[in-house]
């Protein structure tokens, strides 16, 4: 069941994940870091089954409205265009819904996932060729990410000028389908402008801003988000702390 929730239906940019110039075969690379424990945990949790040898699953109490709209957004996308499916099948491990702040979708390259907010593919007026465009999207990071071409602050624009010309190419091979196809053209115009929307900075504001509104959506008092806000700067201290002893080697 969805809950009350405003999702701008103004087309945003999916993710972030970056890459510049699409370069020959997909190249096998380990992921620059491991899943961190709230994620392994999310994945422990959450129900989820193989779809074409995909795993998808979702964290959501009622799993099986999520499920079924990635099934059918997938179905979508192989009956219409094989080859981005098999890009999709290639390089994504996980397709995963659950609760993220701020994007539609993301693409991490830890679980090797298309990630899916849930508010957003549970979104009555979410089509499912919106999901299949996102599930492309983010798939065309992964192939990216495994030619090595990483998500750098200077190459993002261009990098997601890359994944928003794949959603374009699939959109046109889906019948009936002409405004969706506007609005992502209309995103790949947005792209190329002068605009710092994917510096580090924005980054950070939008996710900060994202937060609060996962806060709130899961019922969260204001006292108790101001809290967690004023204490982060400890808990990321204590992290570094922890990572420099542990990366520290007993001498000889």
């Not at 961190?36 to 995909?54: C, E, I, M, N």
């Not at 099934?71 to 996308?77: F, G, Q, S, T, Y």
């Amino acid at each position: 069941m969805t809950r009350g929730l405003a999702i701008t239906r103004s087309r945003r940019l999916q993710h972030l994940e970056p890459q510049p110039k699409l370069r020959g075969a997909a190249l096998e690379r380990k992921p620059s870091r491991k899943p961190d424990v709230a994620d392994r945990l999310g994945l422990w949790f959450s129900k989820g089954r193989y779809f074409d040898g995909l795993w998808i699953g979702t964290t959501v109490y009622e799993p099986e409205p999520c499920l079924r709209r990635v099934e059918d957004a997938l179905r979508l996308i192989r009956r219409h265009d094989s080859l981005h499916y098999s890009r999709v099948i290639q390089n994504l491990e996980r397709v995963w819904v659950h609760l993220v702040p701020s994007y539609r979708a993301r693409y991490d390259p830890s679980l090797g996932a298309c990630i899916l907010n849930e508010r957003y593919v549970l979104l009555e007026t979410t089509t499912l060729e919106e999901i299949a465009c996102s599930i492309v999207h983010e798939a065309t990071h992964a192939r990216l990410e495994r030619c090595g071409i990483s998500y750098e602050e200077k190459e993002r624009s261009r990098i997601e000028a890359v994944c928003v010309r794949r959603e374009l190419n699939f959109v046109a091979k889906l019948p009936h389908s002409e405004s969706l196809r506007e609005e992502i053209a209309r995103t790949l115009e947005w792209c190329a402008g002068d605009h710092d929307y994917f510096s580090n900075v924005k980054f950070q504001q939008r996710n900060d801003e994202g937060m609060v509104e996962v806060f709130r959506y899961l019922g969260t008092p204001d006292w108790l988000i101001r809290f967690i806000f004023r204490m982060r700067p400890v808990v990321f201290a204590v992290r570094r702390l922890i990572r420099r002893f542990a990366g520290r080697r007993p001498q000889a």
